[in-house]
């Protein structure tokens, strides 16, 4: 280990759009209220009232992320955007299960004569999450998709396409498998 890596490496965890357990700088401010709000109304482009980003979540790309009232981010979740157009918008009331996924982008696999690894990314598609829904845990939403309203997502859906408002989706890739009609035995 040289300085030079170490004094890199502190400049990264003192800068870096993210936040994560692998950013020891900030991470530890999330295990405290107060210091967790301040961190994450610095870092998000929006973090609504009471809402919380909790230790153990990974958020690649913060000014690109928009948290609304109430959204909690719990361990094991994470929100990658990025910075060439991928947006993540989470608004009002939207509840999250542990372990959530959200990808704004994916690499390249077109040419068959190069490595995946070195065809880069598609470009990226902006997410969105409407007011009131619930993602299951472990659901993975990609690219270009949009929640619908008071929409359920099932836990370890992946969520390929669209969902419209007041449905269940669930499933590999996800499918809307009933409309939500407000009936009290839930049938």
Known sequence: MKWS??????????????LGPDIPFTHWRLHFKSTMLDLCKSKFKYFGDRAEFRPGAYAMCCSQISLGKRVIIR?????????????????DDVMLGCGVHIYVNNHR?????????????YPSKSVVLKKGSWIGGNAIILPGVTIGENSVIGAGSV??????????????????IREIDGAIDGS
């Open 5 to 18: 890596e170490v004094r890199s490496r502190i400049h990264f965890w003192q800068t870096a759009d993210r």
């Open 75 to 91: 361990p094991e979740c994470m929100l990658f955007a990025n910075m060439a157009g991928g947006e993540i918008v989470i608004e």
């Open 109 to 121: 696999f077109d040419d068959l004569k190069e490595s995946i690894i070195d065809q880069g990314y």
């Open 159 to 176: 969520v390929t396409k669209s969902v419209p408002d007041g449905v269940v989706a669930v499933g590999n890739p996800a499918r809307v």
